[in-house]
């Protein structure tokens, strides 16, 4: 390693010696180093399959715009809209479709345990808004009190799933009510419910008998091939008198929820905080090591300044120990991390896996801090005399 690093930076590779002469000392630097990076990777990693669980549900739809009520900074918050706005919004000439989408939250106590399905109630006789993995079975729904169950959800075994099929439907209670999935589809837990359901409009009305057909959650619109779906908007943001409500393109609703789970709800702020924690984490071990070892070798460093060296020689010489610490440490703090969230994703059902986007985003950011701690490291030596450093 020495001949390789000497050719690389064309000298004697001083800040590799000086940390592998203690061996225990390097050792335990790159453990926190890699703990740090642990701490980043998971947090990283659970904001990461927040989004990715927040866009889901909106992969179940085909729209170009969704009419929502002012309050709706999610799929599955906020208030209801007045179906009068989408008979509105039919009249003008680029819209070519609409519905209405209702959603709730339905619970299914099972022997070893109750779980959440975030329920969709659609037109069956609309499959043009859902998408193909769902809308091939949206005929069965017509059929009352049926529905189409997502496969992944948790709590649902996959041998059960599987038995799932018109031919053999799995009927459970719920809300006062029996339901009998005839069918399902691929969605996955979230941080809001474990799993997805889709039924009809009508049987939604019966499992929430205080729900209108009159006040959907939310209304989807389709244009015409080639309408431009922004100008589409500002006309019928003048053409809907209820100013309250919120209208935008389907792609920015998704991008709108997205940003609100990350920076508003307390889970994102929670994690977001995390990544905070775990960076900082990092600069304090990087700092103390690289301090610690300025302070062993005071004489040594006051040598080469008494000879002329300037500031220069010595910054790279604490970069090079704080790139060393980054490279080596970010290794088995990518193992460790790619370990930990394929455990957790196996066990929450969350879509928790390590990305190349991460993995290539915390390894720039892991030698940026180090490099930045051992630039702070170096002060004492630059504002020194060398024969203050005796």
């Known amino acids: 390693m020495s001949s390789l690093l000497q050719r690389i930076l064309g000298r004697l590779p001083v800040g590799w010696l000086q940390l592998t002469y203690k061996r225990s000392r390097f050792a335990s630097a790159l453990a926190g180093v890699a703990f740090a990076n642990v701490l980043v990777f998971v947090q990283l990693g659970i904001m990461n399959s927040m989004e990715i669980a927040?866009?889901?549900?909106?992969?179940?739809?085909q729209a170009d715009i969704m009419i929502s009520a002012v309050d709706a900074n999610s799929l599955t918050e906020g208030?209801?809209?007045?179906?009068q706005w989408m008979l509105k919004a039919l009249s003008d000439s680029d819209v070519?479709?609409?519905?209405?989408?209702?959603?709730?939250?339905?619970p299914w106590d099972r022997?070893?345990?109750?779980i959440s399905l975030t329920t969709f109630g659609v037109d069956p006789l609309k499959p043009d808004f859902i998408s193909d993995d769902v809308s091939k079975d949206l005929r069965l729904l017509q059929i009352q009190n049926s529905g189409v169950l997502d496969r992944l959800a948790r709590g649902l075994s996959s041998e059960e799933a599987a038995a799932i099929r018109p031919q053999t439907p799995l009927s459970f209670e719920t809300l006062n009510k029996t339901l009998t999935a005839i069918d399902t589809f691929s969605g996955g837990g979230g941080f809001g419910g474990d799993g997805y359901m889709f039924v009809s409009d009508q049987t939604f009305l019966s499992l929430f008998p205080?729900?209108?057909s009159s006040a959907p959650d939310h209304i989807l619109l389709k244009l015409r091939?080639?309408?431009?779906?922004?100008?589409?908007?500002?006309?019928?943001?003048?053409?809907?008198?209820?100013?309250?409500?919120?209208l935008r393109s389907y792609s920015e609703a998704s991008n709108e929820d997205v940003q609100y789970q990350q920076t508003q709800k307390p889970t994102g702020l929670i994690f977001g905080f995390g990544v905070l924690i775990g960076v900082l984490v990092g600069i304090v071990i990087v700092y103390q090591v690289l301090?610690?070892?300025?302070?062993?070798?005071?004489?040594?460093?006051?040598?080469?300044?008494?000879?002329g060296y300037g500031n220069k020689f010595f910054q790279s010489i604490i970069v090079e120990e704080a790139v060393i610490l980054g490279l080596f440490g970010f290794v088995p703090g990518l193992f460790v991390g790619t370990v930990i969230l394929t455990f957790m994703g196996k066990m929450t059902?969350?879509?928790l896996t390590m990305t190349p986007v991460m993995a290539v985003s915390v390894f720039i950011g892991t030698v940026i801090f180090s490099i930045f701690s051992g630039l702070i490291a170096t002060r004492r030596l630059a504002a020194a005399d060398p024969a203050d450093l005796f």
Request: hydrophobic share 40%; proline share 3%.
């Open 225 to 246: 091939a080639g309408a431009d779906i922004e100008v589409v908007v500002g006309r019928l943001k003048t053409l809907i008198s209820d100013k309250s409500l919120r």
């Open 79 to 83: 208030g209801n809209v007045a179906r």
């Open 111 to 114: 022997r070893e345990k109750s």
């Open 96 to 106: 070519v479709g609409a519905t209405g989408l209702f959603v709730g939250n339905v």
């Open 210 to 212: 205080s729900r209108s």
């Open 291 to 307: 301090s610690a070892d300025v302070a062993d070798h005071l004489r040594e460093y006051a040598t080469f300044k008494a000879m």
């Open 54 to 61: 927040t866009l889901r549900p909106y992969e179940f739809f």
């Open 349 to 351: 059902n969350l879509p």
